[in-house]
């Protein structure tokens, strides 16, 4: 059966699974950790970094280093969460061609799929080195929260990685998964999901014989760690002013200076009562002279600065219950799921709520991924008998007259699914009717997220009301929205695709994937490069440090003397051939080299 692969796409850290004889697996990368941060940048010489060497990087390459493009990802520019991004990060976010989001690193302009891409593609290689051999099929998860939009751009992102994106779904409902996996439990779960960028909270039952169902799901996808982040940078920015005068946010690299301690100071602040904030030459004064931040946080500071935050999560809990119908009294379990959850806090308030403490049995950062490969490979095994029921976190509808919204899936909807209706000519003799497909709970259609438009042409001339048309709204399994139109006279369908999708046009797509597939190709190269020539120069090195003792040894017989020649004559062209660096002159000699060092390990090993 072909692997799949679960990947956890996070805004901070991203993870990936794989199931190994039965069980879902962590996969660990090169530096044996099992989550790699999100961050990717371009280094003064051109050249992409991924992971954890992006982040080392960024104090000194903060305007090129991006972090948390999750936030970003199948937004509009015009769109209020863009607009606080802009001021929150150090690199450039600009409009792209059609309204969406770009970025720009060192002259050259991205989609912001096209840099998820690159974190995606560096999970892929780390499943591939571990499994050791290509791996196509993923399943991607995403806060449950996401619209039509932002699904279509992570499922873009997946396809410039050069991943065949078997199915989305939804980081929650892979926690379940992964939860009541091998247990066959009965009942029913609140998840309560706060990570880098986005809150979700979901509700499940967990059903006999592996069915997973999803009653009620809601969340915010602009309230995760990095808020919190941002509340610590204001009061260490607003002390400093008071201080010295001087406002740190004008600076980029003292901005990114306090990211960093400030999220290491939230972190800590979850393990003791108290952290010191230490940033020497974090500015120079007006005089020239340098000034150093230093300043004393406790988790009671914290925990008042962030309270609002902590309170808005669990309205959404209360109002998500309140939806589905449900009391505190039937959540059988509470799943935490989230590097956030770490926080005293935050496990406090959720607990008051419940008035019952989480499950301790989940890992934070790992259950996401772990369930996403639960997931590919039941739906790689048709044998499987476990069912996942998602629902659709947000009503689609469309736009009426008068600019009001008219949903027509509502929120909450078991998917796949789909719901026709019928639409009739306002005028006489219309032969064009325009459909706007939007998403959102708002009475008025402009709160709420614009799909996509399209417009049924070649409609017969007719008295207003005459002419009918069957447009079908679908929603399939990874919460991606498709629509049809049928003329109910002539029975001609109309091909309709809502385009708005990552922003990213057919060709541009089509551009980023042979691009990143071209990149991956020649970093595959490389490292062949460098692994054969590694390999070459360990042979070489072993061979060396054993000649003098197998000299002594064979010295005494003739044979003895031709080996060592032999030997001699190896070394010497392979050493050539590294020096030369042609991996397929190095190749050539790879094999000998194993041969001689195998030859004088067996000699000094029997020689007593
Ligand atoms: P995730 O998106 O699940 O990887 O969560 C990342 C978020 O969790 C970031 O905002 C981290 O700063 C935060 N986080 C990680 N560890 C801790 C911790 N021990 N205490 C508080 N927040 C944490």
Known sequence: MERVIG????TTNSCVA???????TVIPNRGGYKTTPSMMAITEAGKKLVGHIAKRQAITNAENTVFAAKRLIGRKFSSPQVKNAIATSAYRIVEGPHGDVRIQLRGKTFGVAEISAMILQEMKVIAEDYLGGTVQKAVITVPAYFNDNQRQATKDAGAIAGLDVIRIIN???????????GKDLERTVAVYDLGGGTFDISILEIGAHGVFRVVATAGD?????EDFDARVIDWLVEGFQQEHGIDLRQDRMALQRLKDAAEKAKCELSATRETEINLPFIISSGRNEALHLQRVISRET????????????????????EDAQLGKEDIEEVILVGGMTRMPRIQESVSEFFG????????????????AAIQGSALMDTKTEMVLLDVTPHTLGILTQGGNFRGIIPQNTTVPTSRSEIFTTSRDNQTAVKILVMQGEHEKGDQNELLGEFVLTGLRKAPK????????????????????????ETGQQQAIQV??????????LKQMIDAAQGEMLERRASEDTEATKQEAQRLIAEIDRLFPQVEQIVASSDFGRDATEKARGILSKARAAVQSGNTAQIKEHLDALGRTARMFRGVVQKTP
Not at 7 to 10: A, E, K, V, Y
Not at 18 to 24: A, I, L, Q, R, T
Not at 171 to 181: H, K
């Open 221 to 225: 996808t602009f309230l995760g760690g």
């Open 499 to 508: 385009t708005a999708s990552s922003g990213l046009t057919q060709q541009e």
């Open 18 to 24: 794989v199931m190994e004889n039965g069980s879902p």
């Open 356 to 371: 019952r403490e989480p499950c301790k049995g989940v890992h934070p950062d790992e259950v996401v991924a772990l369930g």
């Open 171 to 181: 980081e929650p409902t892979a926690a379940a998964l992964a939860y009541g996996f």
């Open 302 to 321: 914290l925990e008042a600065l962030c309270s609002d935050l902590v309170e808005r999560t669990v309205d959404i809990v209360r109002q998500t219950l």
């Open 7 to 10: 990947i956890d796409l996070g």
């Open 465 to 488: 009301g005459q002419v009918e048309i069957d447009v079908n709204f679908e929603i399939n399994a990874d919460g991606i929205v498709s629509v049809s139109a049928k003329d109910m």
